[in-house]
Nanobody, 126 residues
Framework: QVQLVESGGGLVQAGGSLSLPCVASGRTFSRNTIGWFRQAPGKEREFVAAINWSGDSTYGADSLKGRFTISRANAKNTVYLQMNSLKPEDTAVYYC???????????????????WGQGTQVTVSS
């Protein structure tokens, strides 16, 4: 089992920045691809970014490239989502998730992820 806990959410003005850490515990966290997803009110959960176990490969949603960056520090069992130039449409609950070991490399589908955190709310005011 892998347990994931997100934090760092809150209220921020448009144009501001937030860094969301996802702290993991449990078995072999350092071997899992970790993804970030978000879910806005009334919308489906969507892929944001993913990072492989070593941290040398990442993939992000096209619409967010240039503003959101994913990174990881395995020594701290932590994956980070750095969000810059935030917009009101970025308002959502942000979740981190650990991918199944045999899933597609840096997959973007929810079904490819086995363990999920409880989420952290990000609200961007205009």
């Amino acid at each position: 089992q892998v347990q994931l806990v997100e934090s760092g959410g809150g209220l921020v003005q448009a144009g501001g920045s937030l860094s969301l850490p996802c702290v993991a515990s449990g078995r072999t966290f350092s071997r899992n691809t970790i993804g970030w997803f978000r879910q806005a009110p009334g919308k489906e959960r969507e892929f944001v970014a993913a990072i492989n176990w070593s941290g040398d490969s990442t993939y992000g949603a096209d619409s967010l490239k240039g503003r959101f960056t994913i990174s990881r520090a395995n020594a701290k069992n932590t994956v980070y989502l750095q969000m810059n130039s935030l917009k009101p449409e970025d308002t959502a609950v942000y979740y981190c998730a650990a991918q199944y070991n045999n899933a597609r490399f840096l997959g973007q589908a929810l079904r490819e992820y086995e363990y999920w955190g409880q989420g952290t709310q990000v609200t961007v005011s205009s």
